[in-house]
């Protein structure tokens, strides 16, 4: 099973080979409730590390979505643009956010392991 | 991902209304509103809050309003030296809607008044109470005693099926006309009920001593039809039914003219005027406003929350949303907000600009679903 990595800000990260798949925990789905409208960034796009890549908007508010890598937007998940329920329905498989050739494969070990985000999650108020 | 919207946590001390615990123990996530720790969703979410309120029926706690007493027989005729609307022609049980105005014409709240036997019933927004009962402290005539009721609690009962579960505890209640009011017993309690709300269908508020109020809610949870429903459906619901939202959508800055509530001007107030802000308000009323709040629905998915600016077809500024987002029951984006008077009308083209970019939209008729008040 391919390992997951986290942000603080509660992004996941997969490596398939050189390339990330990323999108919001299942934590923040349910922190932000109905997910109504999703924005990705054009495939081509380079983000940075901590830089806005996506948004994601709840029938509550607009939150950002940080890339958790640096690279090259290789590919975005239409299917969650067209049907946004579905991030709520499955944040950690069908409802990823898009795919990034990594610049630096070693930025991932900066990132949390599964272990280290749930004792990240279970000290959130 | 961070948070850039509304709805986020207040930092002062939260007070608590009577149903607190209530809230708890049906699993609702709690936020700051107005100074009180209060239910934003339970664990169905908003839209299917939303969506079982216009199917079936809502209870919402609102205890986090302001109730005022106003007695005396004086009582209308005073307080119509603060608000626009005609109080005198105002009939035992029932009620109006309308607007405290400062010496320009701004809107210093929204609130609704009712005529019982002994004088009047006002309800008014949370964040304004205190202020509120300085005002009228300060400028009612002697001869009308203000008693603050802060402490009763609110609820309201709101959708289709909202009539006929409150009938079976209080029979007739189903008849009663939308905007009256009427004192009655639910569950033991003594009550005071009027048909009315705050999401464009029918329904009922009911004001109630603080220790009857855990009583009753449970007693009307209990039917069938009936679902707890927290501040974020009440907020979508409001919107879609173009209902405003008092320091949104109107202000101190915005007059009853601007912010299309010139019907709540009665025709004898509009012919004497001696409200707040009268000359201001009547030469609006007879020449038209600068600007004008109006519906605007994104032709994209991309809501448009408060503070989004508004540029006409060539990319100048012509106004900012109020309020915005997702109507579930609209199934799109909808927004409301004030425009040029000569972008108003309704199927003009405009654009909101998202996130730095200009995203079409158009002027669009409010509400954005049909209301179900119950008309007899």
Known sequence: ?125 | MSQTGSLSPDAAPLRRTPLYDLHHARGARMVGFAGYEMPVQYPPGIIAEHLHTRAQAGLFDVSHMGQIRLHGAAAAGALEALVPGDLQALAPQRMRYTLLLNDSGGILDDLMVTRLEDGLMLVVNAARKEADLAHLQAHLDRAVTIEPRFERALLALQGPAAAAVLARFAAGVDRMPFMSATELSIAGASCVVTRSGYTGEDGFEISLAADHAVGVAERLLGEPEVAPIGLGARDTLRLEAGLCLYGHDIDETTTPIEAGLAWTIGKRRRAEGGFPGAATVLRQLADGPARKRVGIRPDGRAPAREGTPVVDAAGNPIGQVTSGGFGPSVGAPIAMGYVDAAHSAEGIALAVVVRDVERPAHVARLPFVPTHYYRG
């Open chain 1, 1 to 125: 099973m391919p390992s997951l990595r986290f942000t603080k800000d509660h992004e996941w990260v997969r490596q398939e080979g050189d390339v990330a798949v990323i999108g919001i925990t299942d934590y923040a789905q349910s922190q932000l409730g109905d997910v109504v409208y999703v924005e990705l960034p054009e495939p081509g796009r380079h983000v940075e590390q901590g830089k806005e890549a996506a948004v994601v908007e709840s029938a509550k508010a607009a939150s950002e979505v940080y890339s958790p890598v640096t690279g090259e937007v290789v590919a975005v998940n239409d299917d969650i643009v067209a049907d946004p329920a579905k991030v709520n329905a499955d944040a950690m498989g069908e409802g990823w956010f898009i795919k990034i050739r990594l610049d630096d494969p070693k930025q991932l070990d900066g990132l949390m392991d599964e272990t280290a985000y749930q004792a990240f999650v279970a000290e959130q108020p």
